[in-house]
């Protein structure tokens, strides 16, 4: 089958693109207003773009909270998803008025970062602390604004679990994160392969 994408003629009772463009880590984002509420929310348009320096990405369909935080104050965290957490993520995904904790909604515990002033989850595996680099609004093809806003953030501390460590590595079998799909679905790593890549063609 083709369909296309303007017209969305897929004929389908769900447009399969975010199924294809799968699975995507979930970038469950911290913030804090320049009031100091706190915010605590997951969105599946993230992922990291550079090993050095070390930065990540997210996507915000429209001017939600997390983009008003930080705009504020320059700042947020990153906290991993893991298949323990799926169900205070879910909570944390539901709509709330501005000022109130999703922290609190989903029972978890806010701490302040090292050295950004944006909370992360407690319970987390692991946290990026990140400082805002850029906000852009992409284009689309006719050179009109986009409804989405891209969050750059360069990650200036990380935080990890000793329990999520083995051998020296932070091991995903043990925290198994969490991706997300198309639909309503989500799966669960669970087991990896290693491939060494050829040294030449």
């Given amino acids: ?63 939600k909270d997390s983009l008003r935080n930080i705009e504020e ?47 992360y989850v407690g319970e987390a595996y692991s946290v990026l602390e990140c400082q805002v680099t850029e906000v852009i609004s992409p284009k689309t093809r006719s050179g009109e604004p986009s409804s989405n806003f891209v969050v750059f953030g360069e990650v200036v501390g990380i935080h990890i679990a000793d329990r999520a460590m083995r051998d020296g590595r932070f091991d995903v079998t043990l925290v198994q994160p969490l991706a997300r799909l198309g639909y309503m679905d989500y799966a669960t790593v669970t087991e990896v392969f290693q491939m060494t890549r050829p040294s030449k063609a």
Avoid: Q
């Fill in 1 to 63: 089958m083709f369909y296309d994408t303007e017209n969305n003629s897929h004929g389908m009772a769900h447009d399969p693109f975010k199924a294809i463009v799968s699975p995507r880590p979930i970038g469950w984002i911290g913030s804090k207003g320049k009031d100091g509420s706190l915010n605590l929310a997951p969105y599946s348009f993230f992922n990291a773009i550079s090993e050095v320096p070390k930065m990540v990405m997210f996507s915000s369909l429209g001017r």
């Fill in 73 to 119: 104050t320059g700042c947020f965290t990153v906290n991993f998803v893991s298949h323990d957490l799926r169900d205070a993520m879910n909570v944390s995904s539901a709509p709330a008025g501005y000022g109130v904790s999703e922290f609190e909604m989903a029972g978890l515990t806010p701490v302040v970062g090292k050295l950004v002033d944006a909370p």
